[in-house]
């Protein structure tokens, strides 16, 4: 998948942790800063700002969602974004097949397959990041 290896290669993280709690799996997160800022849910739904300062951080999360599911040919799709100080947290993954050959699903319990993706596109609003990029309305 070139668009992973180029999400990667281009972005910073912050650590997670890993776990094991009564028995489960559990991840924990570095402590962020700042005011938390829901962009979409992993469902696909779309929560557009009311602060104006936020508006074209919403724009530009909603042309990388858009742009995500493009550029894999429409394979996957990035849900689930939400931001602190203007950086992006905790995104989860969309997939247009939910299992693989072998019945495994991917990307685990919260890949939400076409849900995700037929959400999105009924709430998603075109914007000139979407035109700047080339992308389909």
């Known amino acids: 998948m070139k668009f992973f290896h180029l999400l990667l290669n281009s972005s910073s993280h912050g650590k997670v942790f890993h776990s094991v709690l009564d028995e489960l799996p559990v991840t924990m997160e570095e402590f962020v800063p700042g005011e938390f800022q829901r962009y979409m849910n992993n469902n ?39 931001s602190s100080m203007f950086k992006l947290y905790d995104p989860e993954i969309a997939t ?36 700047l990029m080339g992308l389909k309305d």
């Not at 097949?97 to 397959?113: G, M, V």
């Not at 959400?119 to 979407?130: A, M, R």
């Open 96 to 131: 247009s097949e939910f299992t693989s050959d072998t019945d495994k699903s991917y990307f685990c319990a919260r890949n939400l397959s076409h849900v995700s993706i037929d959400t999105f596109f009924k709430e998603h609003e075109y914007n000139k990041y979407c035109e």
């Open 44 to 82: 696909g739904t779309c929560y557009a700002t009311l602060t104006e300062d936020h508006q074209e951080v919403y724009a530009k999360a909603e042309c990388l969602v858009h742009f995500s599911y493009t550029f894999s040919e429409k394979k996957i799709m990035l849900v689930d974004l939400q």
